[in-house]
């Protein structure tokens, strides 16, 4: 006999899905936009605002917030956390819990075919190139230009590569 398999999804009625769209289990995505046939793994978070292109693979456990747009052709690897709020605080000057007014959603765009490697953390107010790759464990914390690889905390420069087409 066949187990019944659930779907664990929290995905709202404001998603916007392209064609072919893969979903695993456990995810919760709200008020963002997914390309035609991008891969999204298990365990990822997709928040309001963020756009994902056509043909990415959203590794397992990635967190995307507002603010993040990733055009066509992105890889995100496991555990990759985007950063919209370069100076979080739980509560206002007031002393009350934050709201939407109490701060500024900052933006972080990630180009065509750009590479995000497994637990990376990327820092708000920065664009990754087109083709560029961010190693493993990497903090992205200013732009990364295109077709250059970087790594470390904070990420550098290791080389430049070229176009692969």
């Given at each position: 006999m066949m187990a019944q398999r659930s779907r664990h999804q929290g995905i709202a009625p404001d998603v916007k899905l392209g064609a072919n769209v893969q979903i695993h289990d456990f995810v919760n995505l709200?008020?963002?936009e997914v390309g035609d046939n991008t891969r999204i793994?298990?365990?990822?978070?997709?928040?309001k605002g963020a756009k994902i292109g056509r043909n990415c693979k959203i590794s397992?456990?990635?967190f995307i917030c507002e603010g993040v747009?990733?055009?066509?052709e992105v890889?995100?690897?496991?555990?990759v956390v985007f950063i919209n709020?370069?100076?979080p605080r739980a509560v206002n000057a007031r002393g009350e819990l934050q709201t939407e007014a109490d701060w500024t959603v900052r933006p972080t765009v990630v180009r065509r075919g750009a590479s995000i490697g497994s637990?990376?953390?990327i820092l708000?107010?920065?664009t990754i190139g087109e083709g560029a790759i961010v190693g493993a464990g990497s903090v992205v914390t200013r732009p990364v230009p295109p077709w250059t690889i970087v790594a470390g905390n904070p990420a550098r420069v290791v080389r430049q590569t070229g176009p692969e087409r």
């Amino acid at each position: 006999m066949m187990a019944q398999r659930s779907r664990h999804q929290g995905i709202a009625p404001d998603v916007k899905l392209g064609a072919n769209v893969q979903i695993h289990d456990f995810v919760n995505l709200y008020g963002c936009e997914v390309g035609d046939n991008t891969r999204i793994g298990a365990f990822v978070e997709i928040q309001k605002g963020a756009k994902i292109g056509r043909n990415c693979k959203i590794s397992s456990h990635a967190f995307i917030c507002e603010g993040v747009t990733i055009e066509d052709e992105v890889f995100v690897g496991h555990h990759v956390v985007f950063i919209n709020d370069r100076y979080p605080r739980a509560v206002n000057a007031r002393g009350e819990l934050q709201t939407e007014a109490d701060w500024t959603v900052r933006p972080t765009v990630v180009r065509r075919g750009a590479s995000i490697g497994s637990g990376a953390v990327i820092l708000c107010d920065v664009t990754i190139g087109e083709g560029a790759i961010v190693g493993a464990g990497s903090v992205v914390t200013r732009p990364v230009p295109p077709w250059t690889i970087v790594a470390g905390n904070p990420a550098r420069v290791v080389r430049q590569t070229g176009p692969e087409r």
